[in-house]
């Protein structure tokens, strides 16, 4: 399937799912994206990001998946999405995580919908309705606070985290992204750097309906975003303050990757 933004003019779509341990909860995604009857997608790809259940097995049960296996020890979502869309090469990217339990025929589309609506649109990410107190703790303790300093004109984003999104791939390619959990506001503040706040768009999903991590894990997960946000902080922001000045803390150095 194709879509079609002007009369001339049709664009490839591939959705990427970056997949760790995820056996019991992929099911439900791919369900719901190999049989949604309005479709758009020409390619979904599913990187097994060295899982040690049966995700893998999982994702080749689908025979419309192209499944992608990487394994090196050093598991990382960003670079599971790297190697999702070096594996296509359609015109716009969607991203999606596996462990959506709440995920309906045609959201995913409406991402790409909206993408397209306006030439000036370069992001666009799922608006998930959880309450504060109900939603994602790293997205409430870390992201926001974080962007309500450094990056004030994201501020009003409802869920700068969320890892479903529609970019452009040539925006994508060129883009230094980090290899781990910080790459999806990595990818929101570094396509507003180029494009202004106007470019991205949010998409209502409704409630988010995911498993609870461990506070071990989220303490990760934190220290990457706040990583991937502290190396962008010097963006030209028009309405920043001072605080863009302070360095970055030795022990959020980016890892070197080999």
């Keep these: 399937m194709t879509v079609k933004t002007s009369p001339d003019q049709l664009l490839t779509v591939a959705l990427v799912i970056p997949a760790r341990n995820e056996a019991p909860r992929l099911p439900h995604v791919l369900d719901i ?118 990056f004030p004109t994201c501020a009003d984003l409802r869920s700068p985290l969320s890892g479903e999104m529609a970019f452009y791939r040539e925006d994508i390619v060129s ?19 180029r494009y202004g706040r106007h470019a991205i768009a949010e998409v209502p999903f409704g409630i988010k309906e995911h498993p609870h991590q461990p506070l071990s894990s989220l303490s990760n997960q934190a220290r990457q975003v706040i990583r991937a946000m502290l190396e962008r902080k010097d963006s030209p922001y028009p309405d920043g303050d001072g605080l863009s ?9 980016p890892i070197q990757l080999p």
């Design 175 to 193: 883009l230094d992204l980090p290899n781990d959990y910080g790459v999806d506001i990595a990818i929101l503040l570094s396509l507003t750097h």
């Design 33 to 150: 994206v190999t049989s949604d009857p309005l479709s758009i997608f020409d390619d979904i790809i599913v990187v097994d990001d060295g899982s040690t259940d049966s995700t893998a097995a999982v994702a080749h049960g689908f025979a419309e998946v192209h499944v992608v296996s990487i394994g090196d020890g050093r598991p990382g979502k960003g670079k599971a999405l790297k190697a999702g869309w070096c594996r296509t090469l359609a015109d716009i990217i969607v991203t999606c995580d596996a462990d959506l339990g709440a995920l309906r025929h045609s959201q995913l589309g409406g991402l790409v919908q909206e993408l397209t609506r306006y030439d000036h649109r370069h992001l666009a990410k799922a608006a998930y309705a959880n309450a504060p107190d109900n939603g994602g703790r790293v997205t409430e303790l870390v992201a926001k606070p974080l962007l309500d300093l450094f």
């Design 245 to 253: 000045a302070l360095s970055l803390p030795s022990e959020l150095a």
